[in-house]
């Protein structure tokens, strides 16, 4: 099982529990790609690497089935979990309303800062276009929406956009290659900026879910398009 380098995790943190840590590790490492769609896991592998109990790595093992990023079958063990055209569609109109909502709650709460700090991101991100740098592209793109995460001071919210986030990471790099996507990407992002600009909550909120239709679709033709292509 190729998981990041070897690094044990902390063995007592009250703020976090041992389980927790473990859950992360996992998560990192199958949003990143270290751990790929289909591959299967060992909790033994996982003890091993993180130099932790079997407890831990079980638990860790059963919350990231609940949440998707894992699968468990009888006499098959746990694999990461692979996501179809129809994983996409269920989760993008989701994902798209709670980044909506976010938006609405984190608009009274945005100062002349928080939009020109925006502004810099957004910047940012045009030049990682132009450059054709699509994992800076992402980490940047991270930092604009993580603004709003903030701003909305609703950690439950944050919780739920995340684990959705997390997800779909892999293949939200993958529809940032496809040519174009970037600056339409810094586009879209221009517009919610203006309409956070005007104080006009209903605007920005139709922006963000424009923005995600707009992801959703392209990555579902292209996911498609990719599957019939491995089918063949």
Excluded at 2 to 29: K, Q
């Amino acid at each position: 099982m190729a998981t990041p380098a070897n690094r044990p995790v902390s063995r007592r943190n009250a703020a976090h529990p041992l389980r927790e840590e473990v859950e992360a590790y996992l998560r990192r490492a199958i949003a990143s790609g270290s751990l790929r769609p289909g591959q299967k896991l060992s909790e033994k592998e996982v003890c091993l690497r993180l130099r932790v109990s079997r407890t831990p790595v079980r638990e860790a093992f059963q919350r990231l089935h609940t949440e998707g990023f894992i699968t468990s079958r009888p006499r098959r063990g746990a694999a990461v979990a692979r996501l179809s055209a129809r994983d996409l569609r269920e989760i993008y109109p989701i994902l798209a309303s709670l980044e909506a909502l976010v938006t609405r709650l984190a608009l009274p709460q945005l100062r002349v800062a928080d939009l020109a700090r925006l502004r810099r991101l957004n910047g940012g991100l045009a030049v990682l276009a132009d450059r054709g740098d699509e994992t800076g592209f992402m980490r940047v793109n991270h930092d604009f929406h993580a603004l709003f995460y903030r701003r909305c001071r609703n950690e439950r919210l944050q919780a739920m956009v995340r684990q959705l986030r997390d997800q779909t990471y892999r293949l939200r790099l993958f529809a940032v290659s496809v040519p174009g996507r970037m600056h339409e990407a810094v586009k879209e992002h221009d517009e919610i900026i203006a309409a956070l600009e005007g104080a006009d909550g209903g605007a920005a909120e139709r922006a963000v879910r424009l923005h995600m239709e707009k992801s959703m679709g392209l990555l579902i033709r292209q996911w498609q398009l990719t599957e019939t292509l491995l089918a063949g």
